[in-house]
């Protein structure tokens, strides 16, 4: 690859807000958000100065933030206990984008609060299918599963979420 850092800088530019959203919906607090995208990217930037072999970056990026929130989870010792981030912490925000975090992290935190009612299985597979609206071969790269058993998932996923709403 002639220009590895271009290459990173359009990846980033491209899918660091769904990176960022996918991870807010896993831990729901920012500060542990932000140091999970930031080491998804360095590893993706690893990846590049290692020369492997990337045929889709978006599945890649999704499977790292993945396994980091996987190991973050399993170094901590409460791990179902995830407390709300505060939306106003943040004093770097202007007033009109801490309006518009509030009013995002309220939405997601509806979200959450029904999501975390289901398997955490059901819950990665609404977010990946349904907020991050990946294709069902890219979700199954990402879990290391057939796209078949992705669909059979999604479908229980639904119907698991329909019951609680």
């Not at 943040?90 to 979200?111: G, S």
């Amino acid at each position: 690859m002639k220009d590895k850092k271009a290459y990173f800088e359009k990846v980033y530019d491209t899918y660091t807000k769904q990176i960022f959203r996918f991870i807010y919906l896993r831990t729901n607090n920012t500060q542990i958000t932000e140091d999970i995208n930031s080491e998804t990217f360095l590893r993706f930037w690893k990846s590049i100065e290692q020369e492997i072999v990337i045929n889709n970056e978006r599945a890649l990026l999704y499977t790292i933030a993945r396994r980091i929130i996987i190991d973050y989870y399993r170094s901590k010792k409460n791990k179902d206990e995830v407390q709300l981030d505060e939306s106003l912490e943040d004093k770097h925000y202007n007033y009109n984008e801490m309006i518009e975090k509030l009013y995002l992290d309220q939405r997601i935190a509806k979200v959450y609060e029904k999501l975390k009612k289901i398997k955490k299985e059901y819950q990665e597979i609404i977010i990946l299918r349904f907020v991050e609206d990946l294709e069902y071969e890219e979700i199954a790269v990402i879990l290391g599963r057939k796209e078949n058993n992705i669909r059979v998932l999604v479908h229980r996923a639904i119907d698991n979420l329909k019951k609680i709403l």
